[in-house]
């Protein structure tokens, strides 16, 4: 197992785990058997205690009593004071005679580093705090030999019963493998009934399979306690498993130390349960995430392809990388950013109280007059939310909008993933929209949409007199709400969508004078999908494959509503910005469409039906969360629907099996017909698709999951022949 890097310890906070991790291999040898009873050569008129060990003409021998050795070794063994060891237990106490002859070099480095993590709280020059890896490599070898001696000297027991027999509580055994997927697990006994899995070896022809599929994985020559899983054409160690504490080890997680939360996450997992229904997956490593348990590599027994986050990115995974913008298409960064809303009441914080973002971590800018302040603003200020409604007016229970949460969003992870500085990216944003409006109602030659190029117009003006440049590179847009409740149909709505997003590139650029395109990110309306039909829903989908410039980005079923079960709350409000700030970062900084999880096609043969998705990374089926009947999905043809089972997410698919023969008109559904258990939004719709995305934030000290949640689809099913 690799030590960190000495760069690598950048804070006190993280000499605590590696302080912790050289303790626990000393808590493991301090406990063996024998660790402290060794007493090197048999001397004459030396007084020995019961269990101590000594060597005699190369051989081990144990006290079988207390006693003071008389002048003859014979004689005592004659009177029954010495027994000898057989070859294998003479083998585990010889390499525990290691173990506890290290202790003093072990009690050593642990107090050096102590010494060194008072030096670095003190802030003093951490380049003169030397760790000697060499000493502690050294010491964490003797541990690790004896540990896995130990256990090799056991040997393989065919059933756990015999293992666990034959063993004393709190003891290690290994048991032999199935001869398909487990080659060997390593348990420990709890009791004379009970035993635990510390350990799974997966079998090499599984280990095999996996890598014969995955181009650029390789078998790791490695032979040290390591489990290897993949390694680099060298033979070295890209992924592995510590066959003693169960970490991820190698090159891989090493990188992903850099990743404080990931880190964390990985490295309290070990061998880890996959909370997935699809029982042919074996996991080989997990992590918590708010969903349950997160498989970071594992591998499907029935195809041999690999699974996991890890998996993906060691390569071992295709068609997951992200799909760049046409050059034409691609955003130009100015000295000020415009990211402005436009929608109804979900774009100005209605239900928003109180406001959460009062306080502007970064250089991001909005109105003197606050984000949702009057036309005619000739002043800025720092981004920060108030309690004003629409137009600047102060009544009404707006607070918390989509802004903040957006713009702060984008620049901090254009900070982490890009490498900028907060002065590299200076965005300005505000919310000129209007609560309780149809999409007509905002469109050009409205009161609202003129209200919303005065805000364009305004910050233009703001960044010129500071002398800065000025473009706005997308507008963030949520509507359709109303149009449900007042049953706009799918035709009209199409319409009034795609002419938006056109007039508002057209006025915008005319407005600012930049020449790279005013792109739409458009948030999916998971409100009265089913008394509705989903014809807004259907209609912002279709807008979104026909425009180049709007980009789908979510669906609301997950983000928290308030009470009247129509609008968010401000954790809402706050979540919905943040996940608007990460597309518009991959839109903006990487030149990539949005990265988003919807249907894109579905086959059926025989009675099997399987929907493939767009996906940034492998699917899951997430039942904890909001269980929805099928998980959200419905197949229906012109006779009704027809009866699903055996639902299963694979990584870009979705399979299921049919309970009957589809007829004429087959189509499948996603999130259009069945509400989650525990929402309430009105005559809403919900799923419990995503993807394995791992990102979460921290709002009112609660973690919330960003992970991309299937966005509502209708797909027709296309009936392919028996092959």
């Not at 003479?90 to 070099?105: F, L, P, T």
């Not at 990110?521 to 829903?537: N, T």
């Not at 399987?610 to 997430?622: S, Y």
Request: glycine share 10%.
């Amino acid at each position: 197992m690799s030590l960190p890097a000495r760069d690598q310890l950048d804070t006190p906070q993280q000499w605590d785990p590696f302080k912790g991790w050289l303790q626990q291999f000393w808590d493991h040898a301090a406990s063996m058997p024998y660790a402290n009873k060794a007493r090197g050569s048999w001397a004459a008129g030396t007084a020995y205690a019961a269990g101590d060990y000594v060597e005699r003409s190369g051989a081990l021998y144990i006290a079988q009593s207390g006693h003071v050795s008389s002048g003859s070794f014979t004689a005592d063994q004659t009177a029954g004071r010495w027994s000898f060891l057989d070859s294998a237990l003479a083998a585990a106490v010889s390499i525990n005679a290691k173990v506890a002859a290290v202790d003093g070099q072990i009690q050593a480095m642990l107090a050096e580093l102590d010494a060194q993590a008072a030096v670095t709280e003190t802030g003093q020059n951490r380049a003169a705090v030397a760790v000697d890896r060499a000493a502690i490599e050294l010491v964490k070898g003797h541990v690790d030999g004896a540990l896995d001696s130990i256990l090799i000297a056991a040997g393989d027991f065919p059933t756990d019963a015999a293992g666990r027999a034959a063993v004393a509580d709190g003891e290690s055994y290994r048991v032999e493998g199935d001869g398909a997927r487990v080659a060997v697990s390593r348990r420990r006994r709890i009791n004379a009934d009970e035993s635990m899995i510390t350990g799974i070896v997966p079998d090499s022809r599984l280990i095999e399979k996996m890598v014969d599929s995955a181009p650029g994985l390789y078998l790791s020559t490695s032979t040290s306690d390591v489990l290897p899983i993949a390694g680099d054409p060298n033979g070295g160690i890209l992924l592995g498993v510590d066959a003693v504490s169960g970490t991820p080890v190698g090159v891989i997680p090493d990188r992903l130390r850099s990743d404080a939360q990931e880190f964390a996450a990985m490295g309290g997992a070990g061998i880890a349960k996959y909370d997935n229904p699809a029982d042919d997956l074996l996991p080989i490593v997990g992590a918590p995430d708010a969903g349950g348990m997160n498989v970071q590599l594992g591998v499907y027994a029935s195809t041999g392809m690999p699974a996991g986050d890890l998996a993906e990115r060691i390569g071992a995974l295709s068609g997951y990388s992200p799909v760049p913008l046409p050059m034409q298409a691609r955003s130009v960064l100015a000295q000020v950013n415009g990211a402005p809303s436009l929608g109804q009441s979900n774009t100005v914080g209605a239900k928003g109280q109180p406001p959460l973002s009062t306080v502007q971590p970064y250089l991001n800018l909005t109105f003197a007059g606050g984000p949702k302040a009057a036309a005619g603003q000739t002043a800025s200020k720092p981004c920060v939310e108030d309690s004003l409604s629409e137009g600047g007016v102060n009544s009404g229970d707006r607070g918390e909008t989509i802004c903040s949460g957006m713009v702060n969003w984008m620049t901090r992870l254009a900070m982490i993933e890009n490498g900028f500085s907060a002065a590299d990216l200076v965005m300005f944003t505000s919310a000129p929209g209007q609560g309780g409006q149809k999409i007509v109602n905002i469109k050009k030659g409205t009161v609202f949409y003129t209200r919303f190029l005065a805000h364009v117009t305004a910050a233009k003006a703001i960044a010129t007199a500071a002398g800065k440049t000025y473009a706005v590179q997308f507008v963030a847009f949520i509507e359709g709400e109303t149009d449900c409740d007042e049953g706009t149909s799918y035709a009209t709505y199409l319409a009034e969508q795609l002419q938006i997003a056109t007039d508002i590139d057209i006025d915008v650029r005319a407005i600012t004078g930049q020449t790279a395109p005013v792109h739409m990110l458009l948030v999916q309306c998971s409100y009265r999908a089913v008394s509705s039909g989903g014809a807004i829903i259907l209609a912002q989908n279709e807008a979104a494959r026909q425009h180049p410039l709007i980009h789908l980005v979510n669906p609301t079923y997950y983000i928290p509503f308030s009470s009247d079960n129509l609008h968010r709350t401000n954790v809402g409000h706050l979540l919905q910005g943040r996940i608007l700030g990460r597309a518009g970062k991959e839109l903006v900084i990487n030149g990539n469409v949005p990265s988003k999880v919807i249907g894109t096609s579905a086959t059926a043969v025989g009675l099997e039906l399987a929907v493939r998705c767009e996906t940034p990374r492998q699917l899951v089926i997430d039942a904890k969360t909001y269980p929805a009947t099928d998980y959200g999905i419905r197949v229906l043809d012109d006779t009704g629907t027809v009866p699903i089972s055996n639902i299963r997410a694979l990584g870009r698919e979705v399979t299921m099996t049919l309970g009957r023969a589809l007829g004429t008109n087959p189509r499948v559904r996603y999130g259009l017909d069945y509400l989650g258990a525990g929402l309430t939004i009105t005559a809403g719709a919900s799923g419990n698709l995503r993807d394995t995305t791992p990102d979460a934030c921290l709002i009112t000290d609660t973690s919330y999951s960003m992970a991309h949640r299937a966005l509502a689809f209708q797909l027709p099913i296309n009936v392919l022949e028996l092959a």
